[in-house]
Every structure is written in structure tokens, then in C-alpha cells.
């Protein structure tokens, strides 16, 4: 907490240089976003750091693929979050390393190095998609954590239909309308049902060589259930409700083989199945920035099996605790304790308070009306699953203009039938993919 020299000095509006306690953030997620909300009452000046120009709600990714929502509903520009938090400044930039010892950050800023120092670091800086060993899987399989995937895989799924519709070979036919999605969890389960919800309802009576009705949705979990975390009760249901819809789901399955528009699984038993697939969706797993081995690297402390950097109770080095789930609820309450902990050693209070989370659920919606939620001791299912799942996400949404603007098209595509977001753009009729 020593205060350090900084490269960049800023000035008061009078001219006067503010030599207040530096704080920088890296990650403008979850766990920045209330970092900095929580550090808005603390005098300190802060910058927040992020490779990207917006907050990402990750939940909602899933919407924006299957043309639900905008991206600009789930991901509204940092600049604008914080325009009245004069004491922030935000930039765009990938952090290259964290040098500790000299309190400063080397960052590439479009193309050039900038150096920013720092009295205090708060590094959350999420995590990405692992494909556990087969990084080769990569370029067949979407992940789902970004927004440039959600964009990739919106037009991946509407595109699927198109040339669909234009082409005259069944078994090519077939291909073009089978999606796979890999991976169990509240993701997976999301995804598959909002693109069985997208077939059957959205799609309806709007091409005239194929009926959307007909894709085949395919559900792969490596493990024997489906939103495990959400209990036995949670889970079954989930597979009912799933399964009445009409998605294929394999359990017990494991991803032995991809290839361009072909995943092979191999099956508890032994047995093996081939899937002709020109869409498939990775949701199977997270690994955490590369950042923190950089960090853990120079501060000599451990990293978890995921990739996280092994934390004090009190979150010192942000964040693998108690083996504490890579969720938003966790780096949410993380974020602002690491700030509450800022707030308290300025004021001369150097006692550790150990982070304690509380967890706030797990939710996923399954289709229009129906969703497992796990809240505390509270698990239900169905409709009443369903508007606890609506009230949470309105709830967590940043800014009103959002929240009005998605509650608007939850009523149009839940309630009615309409997908706003399904213009394709680039060279389709030309034959080629998106990028």
C-alpha cells in the first residue's frame, strides 16, 4: 500500500496536481464493474483497464446468439457506465505484464506501450473458454464467453437456415439444421433450449424448402446429469423439460473427435456416435486469464487447478478462495471487498477481514415460462422458476435503458414469436462464412 512514483500524472481542473491514492483496476467484468462502483466513496483516483469498450453481461450471451437480444442490451460502453465518476479514468488497452515490485502496469494501447503505475492493483480479469487439452477444437466449436462469439454464432445459427433453405441435398440439409451443444451446465442447457425455442417458435412459417420445426438440437455433459450444481431435483426436471422439447441429449458423452462440421463422442459403454453438424457450440468449461500465471509467476504464490491465482481469506491477489466457483456472484461480491479492503487501510485499518460469499443461486432459463432456479434452500422449477430467473436478470442488468429495452424484447420473443436481431451481414449469398 506504499505509494509509489507514478508515470502519468493527473491535474485538478485548477491546475493542481491530484496526488490522491491510485487505484487500478484490470477488467471491467463483474468484479471491476463493482470494485469500482464500491470504490466511488473512497477518496482515491482510479483507472480501469480493459482490452474491450464495454461491461459484458455474460449471462445473456446466449440471447444475443439465438437473436434475442442486441449486443448493446448485455454490453453498454464502460464510458458511459461511469460518466459521472469524475475520479475514473477508463483505458482501452491489453495489459502485457504486471511488474509488482516497481507498482507499475506495461499496457498496448493501440499498437503503442503506455506504463501506468499504481499505489493498489485489483486484478479480475475473468476467464476464457478451455477446451481441456484440445485447443484444436477451437476452430470448429464457439466458445460462449465474449461478444464477438455471440456475434459469430448468431450468424452461424441464422445462416445455418439460410443455406438451409437454398440447399437441395437432404443428407447436406440435414447437416446445415444439426446443432451441437457441448457442455451440461446453466450455459449449455440455455443454449440448447433457446435454439429449440428458435425452431420451433421464432422460425415458424418463415421459409418454404424446409421446415425450422425438423433441427436436430443436440445436448452432450460429460457427467451424468445435467445443471448438477443445482441438485438432482433441478437437474431432472431440467432433462424433462428439455427432452419434451425435443432435444437429443447424451449424457455419460465425451468429445473424442471434431473435425470441420463432425464431432464424434464416445459413450460410457464404449460405444461411439458420429454427429454431421455445421453448428456447434462449446460451453463445457473455463480456465482463467493468463494474467494471473503471469502474476502468481512474479509474487511467488500458487495457482489452482483452473488457472486462478490462490488468494488470502481477506481476497490480497484476486481470486481463487475456497474453490469458489468462476461465476458473477463471486467476482461481484470479490470485487467489492477487495475495494471495501482499500477503503479501510487509507483510513489506518490494516486488519484482515476474510471475503465470505453468499450465494446468491444459480438459475437457467430452459424455453419461454420454464427455468430451474436454486436460491438458498429455494429450488423450483417451471413458470415460477422462470419469473425468478426474469426478476434476477433485471435485476443485475446495468442502466435502466437496458433493462427497459430487454424486458421489451423478452415480451416480443416469450410472449410472441419475434427474434429482432437476425440480419446477416457480409458475403452470405456469395457462399462465404462468417469470421
Known amino acids: 500500500m506504499k505509494p509509489t512514483p507514478l508515470k502519468e500524472n493527473w491535474n485538478f481542473p485548477s491546475g493542481e496536481p491530484d496526488i490522491r491514492h491510485h487505484v487500478v483496476i484490470i477488467g471491467s467484468g463483474f468484479g471491476g464493474l463493482f470494485a469500482a462502483r464500491a470504490l466511488r466513496r473512497v477518496r482515491v483516483r482510479v483507472t480501469l483497464i480493459d482490452r474491450t469498450n464495454h461491461h459484458l453481461f ?97 450468424s452461424k445459427i441464422f445462416g445455418a437456415f ?58 452432450i455433459e460429460g457427467t451424468d446429469r ?20 425435443g432435444v437429443e441429449i447424451h449424457l455419460h458423452a465425451m468429445v473424442t473427435a471434431m473435425q470441420d462440421r463432425v464431432v464424434e463422442i464416445t459413450r ?12 456447434m457450440v462449446w460451453t463445457a468449461g473455463t480456465e482463467a486469464s493468463p494474467l494471473g500465471a503471469e502474476l502468481a ?14 488468494v488470502a481469506p481477506d481476497c490480497s491477489l484476486l481470486m ?12 461481484m461480491q470479490s470485487g467489492a471487498h477487495a475495494a471495501h479492503t482499500i477503503g479501510r487501510r487509507l483510513k489506518g485499518d490494516d486488519a484482515m477481514r476474510a471475503f465470505h460469499y453468499h ?7 430452459i424455453s419461454r415460462f420454464r427455468a430451474c432456479a436454486k436460491v438458498g434452500p429455494i429450488k423450483v422449477g417451471g413458470l415460477p422458476g422462470w419469473l425468478l430467473w426474469l426478476v434476477v436478470h433485471v435485476t443485475f442488468l446495468t442502466g435502466f435503458k437496458n ?11 416469450f410472449i410472441g414469436r419475434g427474434r429482432y436481431e437476425r440480419a446477416l451481414t457480409g458475403g452470405w449469398a456469395s457462399g462465404s462464412e462468417p469470421s
Open 226 to 245: 445435467l445443471v448438477a450444481s443445482m441438485g438432482e431435483r433441478l437437474s431432472r426436471i431440467a432433462a424433462r423439460d428439455l427432452s419434451r422439447m
Open 297 to 310: 509467476a512474479r509474487t511467488g504464490v500458487d495457482l489452482d487447478r483452473a488457472g486462478r491465482v490462490r
Open 268 to 279: 460410457a459403454d464404449g460405444s461411439t456416435l458420429r454427429i454431421d453438424a455445421a453448428t
Open 359 to 365: 450465494d446468491l443461486g444459480t438459475l437457467a432459463v
Open 58 to 154: 455474460q449471462p445473456l450471451l446466449y440471447q444475443v446468439a439465438t437473436g434475442i437480444l442486441s449486443e448493446g442490451q448485455i454490453a453498454p460502453a464502460t464510458r458511459d457506465i461511469f460518466r459521472n465518476y469524475d475520479s475514473m479514468h477508463v483505458v482501452v488497452g491489453e495489459v502485457q505484464q504486471i511488474i509488482p515490485d516497481e507498482h507499475t502496469i506495461e499496457v498496448s494501447q493501440f499498437g503503442g506501450p503506455r506504463t501506468i503505475g499504481y499505489d493498489s492493483l485489483i486484478v479480475a480479469c475473468g476467464s476464457n473458454t478451455t477446451y481441456f487439452g484440445h485447443d484444436d477444437y477451437r476452430k470448429n466449436a464457439s466458445g460462449m464467453k465474449s461478444l464477438d462469439d455471440a456475434l459469430f454464432l448468431r
Open 162 to 219: 439460410e443455406r438451409a433453405e437454398a440447399e437441395e441435398d437432404e443428407e447436406r440439409r440435414a447437416e446445415l439444421m444439426t446443432f451441437v451443444v457441448i457442455g451440461g451446465g446453466p450455459t449449455g442447457v440455455e443454449m440448447a433450449g433457446q435454439l429449440k425455442e428458435l425452431s420451433r417458435r421464432a422460425l415458424r412459417c418463415n421459409y418454404r424448402q424446409i421446415n425450422p420445426a425438423s433441427a436436430r438440437v443436440v445436448l
Open 320 to 331: 481463487a478462495l475456497d474453490d469458489l466457483p468462476g461465476v458473477a456472484e463471486v467476482a
Open 403 to 413: 433493462r427497459v429495452g430487454a424486458m421489451a424484447r423478452w415480451a416480443v420473443s
